[in-house]
Each structure stands twice: as C-alpha cells, then as structure tokens.
C-alpha cells in the first residue's frame, strides 16, 4: 500500500516510515472498498446488475483509484445499455493507471465495433 499523504511504499507499519502519518483509517477505507468491489462483483455474477452498480459506485466513494472497481463498472454500463458513462469509467480508469490497466483493451473493442460506435454517435447528438 502507498502512504494516502506522500505516497511512500509501506507494508504493515501502523505510520507512514517517511512522514509520520497514521495509517489506520486509510487501511479502513480500503478494507470497505476492497468489501463493496466484492460485493459488486458477487452481485453481477448472478445478473443483479442494478445492485452491483451501487455496490461498485459506493467502492468508488472510499477509494477513487480502485481500478478493477471503476473497469467492473464500466462493463456493467455497457451491459445495461449506458455507452457513455461505460466509457467515461474506462478513460478515468486509464488516466489513473496508465499501464497494466484492462480499460486498454475495452476502449480498444469499442473503437474496433462499427455498430457501438454508431449507437455512442446517436446518443452523443
């Protein structure tokens, strides 16, 4: 885990090594949207798709950079229809971790779908 303050590496220390910072409340927040990612993802396994959504969107409220959270969102979008907020998770998800993210390879099948992309037109206009 990175220190919340200055984003040194830290391992079990309950205080940031390098500025002193307590880290038992950034460890909470991350427990609960570590919890509620799960909790989204148990629900969209079994199609309850409306439940995973506000699952995944409170996991979001306790930890912005869950990547896996923001990316499980964007495909449950896409599912339900919702294009443009399934690709606005996506390019956040992708300005936040630029490498190793699989936002790539979704944003990558949008541009290759001729028919996604004329549906994302006519919802843009």
Not at 78 to 96: C, H, R, T, Y
């Amino acid at each position: 885990m990175r220190c919340f303050n200055c984003g040194f590496e830290v391992n079990e220390e309950d205080r940031c090594p390098n500025c002193g910072i307590g880290l038992k409340t950034e460890r909470k927040i991350l427990y609960f949207s570590d919890y509620f990612y799960n909790d989204g993802l148990d629900k969209a396994n079994v199609k309850d798709l409306t439940g995973a959504i506000i699952a995944l969107k409170q996991s979001l409220k306790f930890n912005k950079y869950n990547i896996d959270a923001r990316n499980l969102l964007g495909l449950l979008f896409l599912e339900i229809g919702e294009i443009v907020s399934a690709l606005s998770q996506w390019v956040v998800s992708k300005n936040l971790r630029a490498e190793n993210n699989r936002a790539d390879k979704y944003l990558n099948e949008m541009r290759k779908d001729p028919e996604l992309l004329e549906v994302m037109n006519q919802g843009i206009h």
